[in-house]
């Protein structure tokens, strides 16, 4: 699904946003999210970190989980104001601060499995008319963003992150 829009950084993920139709973002945030909590808690020490640079598959599921609140609000948003600038998600002070430090892998499973359900039901409701509506986003560049490219974005995180949950599982 080669593409000469917009892709990851990380040459290993490449994906593209402009490849992602919009009707398949709920089905694959849904077997994703199922995926990275079945990982989680399958009994492979989920919080251990391969480096201290690295986080863990736990903290990954749970930046995860976070980020489908997060793009789920600000497609609320995108929807009821003209180009909003969203606040970011501070995705690593987050970890830093220790706000995932005691989360369970049995806890974030099942709340990854929640909030991929609401962030789906909360987009498969937007009408089509107003998935052109913009946002300001900052990643991967400062830009004016479309709901649909939201959307592929809550795909990246998913996939992107289920590919690191794998990995990090590894031994």
């Not at 709340?111 to 946002?135: C, H, N, Q, Y």
Request: aromatic fraction near 6%; charge should be negative; include cysteine.
């Amino acid at each position: 699904m080669a593409s000469n829009h917009e892709c990851c950084e990380i040459e290993s993920c490449g994906f593209a946003w402009d490849d992602v139709n919009p009707s398949e973002v709920g089905q694959r945030i849904i077997r994703g999210a199922d995926e990275a909590a079945e990982l989680i808690t399958s009994g492979l020490n989920a919080d251990v970190r391969r480096s201290s640079e690295i986080w863990s598959p736990l903290e990954y599921a749970g930046h995860v989980r976070d980020v489908l609140l997060n793009l789920r609000d600000r497609l609320v948003v995108a929807v009821n104001e003209d180009n909003p600038l969203c606040k970011g998600l501070f995705g690593t002070p987050r970890i830093e601060m220790g706000l995932y430090a005691g989360d369970t892998a049995a806890v974030v499973a099942e709340e990854l499995k929640v909030v991929a359900s609401l962030f789906v039901r909360t987009w498969d409701r937007i009408p089509d008319i107003l998935r052109e509506r913009t946002m300001v986003y900052g990643y991967p560049r400062v830009a004016n963003r479309n709901l649909c490219w939201v959307a592929a974005q809550a795909l990246h995180e998913v996939e992107h992150h289920l590919s690191d949950i794998r990995v990090g599982l590894v031994r």
